[in-house]
């Protein structure tokens, strides 16, 4: 149980254009979505929570306006990148909350999309 | 959350056990102890976690010591598979407590 997937595992895309990644809970429902991104040989970093039916709420220095997420469902969240550049070449992973036994918060994460803009 | 403190790196030898340590000597009452490891170009996975007490699941072992001030992360037999980057993560479980926060990790590198 507590499956998360993502969909591309990878796209390339040429500066200027929008990619949109996806992001499923497969068996479970996640009010509570994570963004992550992570660079080469560097650590995992937050950009945004994600609450179903709500606005998501960014880290500080992540610009709203580029990273559009939208978390229409309790199994969906999309994260779109807007007039990609080279720069938001990037391995992105996100992560789905769900309560266990009524007391605990536990996180699972997808399998990660690698953005790589030309 | 409380902030860890890990080695950068260690070696383990195949088949033998990788003792992987966390230092967390800020960590509060309400915070667990939880383990994830990120295999290269994967998402993290989700390996053990607790709260003081000693806990074994199929993946690992976690010691917490008794002033729960650090814990270590036991592999009992390690194989090439498990080499991968381990991050100790403390944080409380409640639902104001939403995101994990990512340090360096150890980066763990099992040898033939």
């Known amino acids: 149980g507590a499956v998360v997937s993502q969909h591309p595992s990878r796209v390339i895309c040429k500066s200027g254009t929008s990619v949109k990644i996806e992001c499923r809970s497969l068996?479970?429902?996640?009010?509570?979505m994570f963004w992550y991104r992570q660079f080469p040989k560097q650590s995992l970093m937050l950009m945004a929570t994600s609450n179903e039916g709500s606005k998501a709420t960014y880290e500080q220095g992540v610009e709203k306006d580029k990273f559009l997420i939208n978390h229409a469902s309790l199994t969906l969240s999309t994260l779109t990148v807007t007039s990609a550049h080279p720069e938001d070449s990037s391995f992105y992973i996100c992560s789905a909350r769900v309560l266990r036994a009524g007391v605990s918060y536990e996180q699972y994460f997808g399998p990660g999309t690698r953005l790589t803009v030309t | 959350d409380a902030k860890t403190t890990q080695p950068p790196s260690m070696d383990c030898a195949e088949g033998r056990a990788a003792n992987l340590p966390c230092n967390h000597s800020?960590?509060?009452?309400?915070?667990?102890v939880y383990w994830y490891r990120q295999i290269h170009s994967q998402g993290p996975q989700y390996i053990i976690h607790?709260?003081?007490n000693n806990e074994t699941n199929e993946m690992a072992s976690l010691i917490i010591t008794e002033d729960r001030k650090s814990s270590t992360l036991i592999l009992p037999h390690a194989t090439l598979r498990d080499t991968a980057v381990y991050y100790c993560i403390v944080r409380a479980p409640g639902a104001g407590s939403y995101q994990l926060t990512f340090g360096k990790g150890t980066k763990l590198s099992v040898i033939p």
């Open positions: 607790g709260l003081k």
């Open positions: 800020t960590i509060s009452g309400n915070e667990y």
């Open positions: 068996d479970f429902q996640a009010t509570t």
